[in-house]
């Protein structure tokens, strides 16, 4: 990021500050961070001077919304420099790897037994499915992003906005170092490639982000059982406990129910 690439932006931006990633030593500045909550039409505009100012909006959220370091953005507590590329990874190959680790069954499991654990997962068993194929390219995805910005400003009034030099939502979570998903990898670059691949798949846009959440905006979802079972199988992979602690019955079939025909996908990580 630098002063230049902020100056050429035709959207007058408010009152804000460059952010030192903490690996930085005062030389690396991923983040433009507003001083104060950022509004969804801010937002907006600025998705829409992307395809020339190469700035990604991001909204950005504490996991306490009362933080006043809003942590980790303001505080800092960024790490480009421990990431690797998102192109040097193969997304299907990431899924199969991750869904094989988190579905092995461990007679030693203190939470689940090797038939329980399994049953979260039917009807797919340890074997990676093939993952739900390309349809027609998905359109309006940024008019979806649109629309998901103003539900998500409504709902964390607090959040604020960054920018971040890249190419696209999929690419800033990587440069911008977050890291989130920490708890399972903590090489960004890995869920950045699997996100890049929804962008082509589904629409998908990267709206906002929190300490350990993602926001994304969906402009093709899956809408019937079968495709949302396809999808329900690569969040498992990609985010394990948007089922292992999400609304009960906390099984892929049930979670496959509610993200059918939903517009936007969010993510936690424990």
């Known amino acids: 990021m630098t002063p230049e690439l902020l100056a050429s932006l035709a959207v007058p931006l408010p009152a804000g500050r460059m952010i030192t990633s903490g690996e930085g030593h005062g030389a690396v500045q991923p983040l433009w961070l507003s001083d104060a909550p950022a509004s969804a039409e801010l ?89 739900l194929l390309s349809r027609e390219p998905a359109t309006g995805a940024d008019e979806m992003a649109a629309e998901y910005a103003h539900v998500f400003a409504d709902q964390h009034p607090r959040a604020r906005l960054g920018l971040v030099a890249a190419a696209c939502g999929a690419d800033a979570l990587t440069t911008v170092g977050w890291d989130g998903p920490a708890n399972y990898d903590n090489d960004t670059a890995k869920f950045s490639a699997v996100v890049h691949d929804w962008e082509r798949r589904f629409g998908a846009r990267v709206v906002a982000v929190g300490s350990d959440t993602l926001h994304l905006s969906i402009a093709a979802p899956p809408t019937n059982t079968q495709d949302a079972l396809l999808v329900a199988a690569e969040h498992f992979a990609f985010c394990p406990d948007n089922i292992w602690q999400g609304p009960h019955p906390c099984t892929l079939a049930a979670y496959a129910q509610r993200i059918a025909g939903m517009n936007n996908w969010d993510f936690w990580w424990d």
């Open 43 to 131: 937002w907006v505009r600025l998705l829409a001077e992307h395809s020339t100012s190469r700035l990604w909006p991001l909204l950005l959220a504490a996991r306490d919304p009362h933080d006043a370091e809003l942590r980790p953005w303001a505080s800092g507590e960024l790490f480009p420099e421990r990431m690797t590329s998102p192109h040097a990874h193969n997304p299907a190959d990431l899924l199969a790897q991750w869904w094989s680790a988190y579905t092995e069954t461990d007679e030693d499991d203190d939470l689940l037994t090797p038939q329980e654990r399994l049953a979260v997962t039917a009807p797919f068993t340890q074997i990676w499915p093939s993952p």
